[in-house]
């Protein structure tokens, strides 16, 4: 089983929508999680960390269920700069510092 | 404020030759980290530094692979021989010890081995 694993998409949604992307990791000793959002042919950037108690940005909102080990994004009113791969992150290995990156989920917003 | 440059940003070269690919983390990072990133596999870490010492080479494929930081604003990943498989996007990245684990990537060097 892959440590992070997310829906590869594509999702392909208007603006204006509200979109959610879910992953889910297996190392039930991670401890750290982000959301990490890579546009085309670029590269990735920390787009929001996710806390326990689920975390507000603007019009995204990160979810983390420790139970069932299990990440979510919504994004809100959805821009076509919205567009880009979304990549689920959580630590690994004991370490803050060694992310494991998810193959990412990849959004298209069409006008 | 410079973010991390790398280069070469692309890189042809034919199979058996020596590839290295160069990083300069921002200034006052403590950590750098060396990921390659394929279709197939995603964004992988193959090694990472702190404070220029390599603390985790796990990632590495295998002995054709090397990484060396011989000061605290510059690294070096080489590939000796290369081979097509090795193709893909290489990111090098910085962070700071005191931050929330974000990293800051460069803009990646893609390598293609004929």
């Given at each position: ?27 039930s ?16 950037k ?5 806390y326990?108690?689920?975390n ?6 990160a ?12 994004i ?17 290995g ?18 | 404020?410079a ?15 020596e ?19 394929t ?17 985790d ?40 010890r ?17």
């Open positions: 089983r892959k440590e992070v694993e997310q829906d590869p998409g594509p999702f392909n949604v208007p603006e204006g929508a509200t979109v959610a992307f879910n992953c889910t990791y297996s190392n000793a991670s401890q750290s999680f982000f959301w990490y959002r890579q546009d085309c042919r670029k590269e990735p920390l787009l929001m960390s996710v326990s108690s689920g507000e940005d603007g019009r995204f909102t979810q983390l269920n420790r139970a069932s080990q299990y990440i979510s994004l919504l809100r009113d959805s821009k076509l700069s919205d567009s880009a791969t979304y990549l689920c992150v959580t630590n690994s004991g370490s803050n510092y060694k992310l494991t990156f998810g193959k990412g989920t990849l959004l298209t917003v069409n006008p | 404020d973010g991390v440059i790398q280069s070469p940003r692309h890189e042809v070269t034919e199979m058996g030759q590839v290295t690919l160069r990083c300069k983390p921002i200034s006052g990072h403590d950590y750098l980290f060396w990921y390659r990133q279709m197939m596999r995603g964004l992988e870490l193959l090694i990472y530094f702190n404070n220029n010492v390599p603390i080479d796990s990632g590495m494929p295998e002995d054709r692979f090397s990484a060396k930081m011989p000061n605290a604003s510059f690294s070096t990943l080489k590939i000796q021989p290369s081979e097509p498989r090795d193709s893909a996007v290489y990111f090098c990245a910085s962070s700071l005191s931050g929330s684990g974000e990293q800051y990537f460069g803009p990646g060097t893609r390598l293609t081995v004929t």
